[in-house]
């Protein structure tokens, strides 16, 4: 007759218990490049799937855990993957560098065609 309510109880419990060893911290970062730091970077959380972006000094916060991977992209910069360690985690700070992509087009010919108008 208590067997259903008590199963149903531990299982929760045990549910809450997995979940709670994992603990997330704060963590404060910068990104930059060769000029200086960067802003208007998307900064995504992969194993949470949360993120933010970097404000006109290129800071960021953005809440880890030990193994996380942070995605760093925009279209004027190289995507960057950076795991998070237990450094990261005891300073709860992070410096990353990024580099600039480079476009390169097509060449393109000019025709002079005589036109008059």
């Not at 963590?27 to 959380?45: A, E, M, P």
């Not at 995605?71 to 700070?93: A, D, F, G, P």
Request: proline fraction near 1%; glycine fraction near 6%.
């Amino acid at each position: 007759m208590y067997k259903t309510p008590l199963l149903l109880f531990l299982f929760i419990g045990f549910q809450s218990a997995i979940y709670s060893q994992e603990k997330r911290v704060l963590i404060k970062g910068k990104v930059q490049d060769s000029i200086g730091y960067r802003k208007d970077l998307h900064i995504v959380n992969l194993s949470t799937k949360t993120g933010t972006i970097t404000d006109e000094f290129g800071e960021f916060e953005l809440l880890v855990s030990l193994g996380d991977s942070l995605l760093i992209s925009s279209i004027l910069y190289q995507r960057k993957t950076v795991v998070i360690n237990q450094k990261h985690l005891k300073n709860k700070e992070l410096t990353i560098f990024i580099d600039k992509k480079t476009y390169l087009l097509d060449e393109i010919k000019l025709k002079n065609h005589d036109l008059t108008g």
